[in-house]
């Protein structure tokens, strides 16, 4: 046996219903659709939020709060973390990123002063705690924001 000759099993396909063609056709006046109401129009379809009328969820649950479209969101680093780079003279995000500091390059990046570092070093982030950049400049190192 080939693919070529399989066959469909008897009774696998059928005729399709032709709807709309009269009384005679076996599917009524209406079409199988019933009488008025919003299914038996034309591009009539049921929304999928819509409820039956019940009070819909977006208005039973109770809103609070407030959200700012302007906050950013920084990646965290901490500088005790920062030996996962190795003893490199510079530190950008791009080095952060390899070694699985921080997720995305299009996401600013924070230093925080959390841990220690005792090396110089120069490293590159969008912002810095006050914290660390007087640990960074305490072990002789650098901080440079980059936009």
Do not use: W
């Not at 009774?11 to 079409?31: D, E, L, M, Q």
């Amino acid at each position: 046996m080939r693919l070529g000759e399989l066959k469909k099993v008897r009774g696998a396909t059928k005729k399709r219903k032709r709807i709309g063609r009269g009384p005679g056709s076996g599917h009524g006046k209406t079409s199988t659709r019933g009488h008025k109401g919003l299914k038996a129009r034309s591009g009539g379809k049921v929304h999928p939020r819509y409820e039956g009328g019940q009070m819909p969820i977006q208005r039973r649950i109770p809103k609070r709060g407030f959200t700012s479209f302007r906050k950013k969101e920084y990646q965290i680093v901490n500088l005790g973390s920062l030996e996962k780079c190795g003893r490199l003279e510079l530190i950008s995000p791009l080095v952060m990123k390899n070694v699985g500091l921080i997720k995305s390059l299009n996401l600013p990046v924070k230093i925080l002063g959390e841990g220690k570092i005792d090396y110089s070093v120069t490293i590159q982030a969008q912002a810095f705690s006050q914290s660390a950049r007087e640990k960074i400049q305490a072990a002789g190192g650098k901080t440079e924001l980059i936009k």
